[in-house]
């Protein structure tokens, strides 16, 4: 089964006899899983199964579902707010006589301010509210198969990007090995040199452990190996079908980690085009895998 991303976007739709609804649930890109619920008023019950089925689905991402209900018209109540209309009207007066340039709101401004018109839900039985929960419920997860499609076709189309930029980086590493400054007989002539300027200012027990450090810090062959090591591991977590976007994010610091080291050893310019590639390439890596649940 393939990665799969953290983006993608999904609806479905349900109705009874008196009503019909909408479910819409997109996810972007989270640390971890973040879920948001939006519904109409009345419809809280819902709330907790709905994140419950989210969590069951999804390791990572901002999810977000958005509910939109509509009532037929011969079941709709509608009403007006006096009170709230009379206040805004009061209102109105009180700043046509403080501001000369006030504007008086027409009639459709008024009733169109949030609360002056209320559309009154009909009291239901239990019974009712609990088959009309189901009912949404049930909706609810024909939208979350269509975002964990989306999210998988998604992931598919990433994984081929995420595998040719690891080869990139498998490519350059070798082109790193090859380089005249990781060559053994290189590197045994440039540690001559420097432990001969040694030579006649250490004691001989020092002189052997700048030896030492020299010679670590001239062969980069560990931080090459490193590199390898961490590219075999990347491939095997492309073909997994469980979440890996954490553990990708993790190899990609250890990457650019090794590619840092890498450059600081290089004494040639060669290497050190090498390792400054390597840098370009694992961020163009990483930032791919911010992608990847």
């Not at 009207?89 to 459709?108: G, H, K, M, N, Y």
């Not at 020092?206 to 030896?211: D, F, Y």
């Amino acid at each position: 089964m393939p990665i799969a991303s953290m983006t993608g976007f999904a609806r479905a739709q349900g109705g009874s006899e008196d009503r019909a609804w909408t479910w819409e649930v997109r996810s972007v890109n989270s640390r971890g899983l973040d879920v948001r619920c939006r519904y109409p008023s009345g419809r809280d019950s819902i709330e907790i199964a709905a994140r419950e089925r989210v969590a069951k689905r999804f390791k990572r991402g901002s999810v977000t579902m958005n509910l939109t209900m509509v009532r037929s018209a011969d079941q709709s109540n509608v009403r007006i707010n006096h009170a709230l209309l009379d206040q805004l009207i009061e209102l109105t007066s009180d700043l046509q006589r403080r501001l000369v340039d006030f504007r008086v709101p027409s009639a459709d401004g008024l009733l169109a301010i949030r609360g002056v018109v209320e559309v009154a839900e009909e009291e239901m039985s239990e019974e009712a509210r609990a088959a009309l929960d189901t009912a949404l419920l049930a909706t609810l997860e024909e939208a979350l198969d269509g975002l964990e499609r989306a999210r998988r076709e998604e992931g598919a189309r990433l994984a081929p990007v995420l595998a040719g930029q690891i080869d990139r980086i498998t490519d350059r590493c070798n082109d790193a090995a090859q380089s005249s400054a990781a060559q053994p007989a290189a590197i045994l002539a440039r540690l001559k040199e420097q432990v001969s300027v040694l030579a006649d200012t250490l004691p001989e027990d020092r002189l052997i452990q700048e030896a030492a450090l020299l010679a670590t810090k001239a062969d980069p062959t560990e931080e090459i190996d490193r590199i390898r090591a961490h590219c075999t591991a990347a491939r095997q977590l492309l073909e997994e079908s469980a979440p890996s976007g954490r553990r990708l994010d993790f190899l990609c610091q250890e990457l650019n980690r090794e590619a840092n080291t890498l450059c600081s050893k290089a004494a040639d310019l060669e290497l050190t085009r090498v390792g400054l590639d390597l840098k370009a390439i694992v961020e163009q890596l990483r930032e791919q895998v911010q992608n990847i649940e």
